[in-house]
């Protein structure tokens, strides 16, 4: 199982940007899948998580600036900032919960994306 993260950039606060993430490998069901993040200095934070049955998390830092967004079909995951803010400046990852069989579950990390915010 592999995660490809893309859509990281440097963008004007206030600007907006779309990541991506791709899902390619063998898997039985996808649990979670979303992004977290980690700023210079700082620990790993969750940004934003879907869950399966639709249940959506998101930091209270991002919540009604951030849209994540799911294409089960195509195995990918999206994150739209919109009024980014300087302080969203850090490496993206992207997270899955898989399901590998019935009784085995892992966790697994893209590579992470950077975005940084210019003020």
């Known amino acids: 199982v592999q995660l490809q993260a893309s859509g990281g950039g440097l963008v004007q606060a206030g600007g907006s940007l779309r990541l991506s993430c791709a899902l390619s490998?063998?898997?039985?069901?996808?649990?979670?899948m979303g992004w977290y993040r980690q700023a210079p200095g700082k620990q790993r934070e969750l940004v934003a998580v879907?869950?399966?049955?639709?249940?959506?998390n998101y930091a209270d830092s991002v919540k009604g600036r951030f849209t994540i967004s799911r294409d089960n079909a195509k195995n990918m995951v999206y994150l739209q900032m919109n009024s980014l803010k300087p302080e969203d400046t850090a490496v993206y990852y992207c997270?899955?919960?898989?399901?590998?069989?019935?009784?085995?579950?892992?966790?697994?990390w893209g590579q992470g994306t950077l975005v940084t915010v210019s003020s």
């Open positions: 997270y899955a919960d898989i399901q590998e069989n019935w009784e085995t579950k892992n966790d697994y």
């Open positions: 490998g063998r898997i039985f069901a996808i649990n979670v």
């Open positions: 879907s869950r399966s049955g639709g249940l959506i």
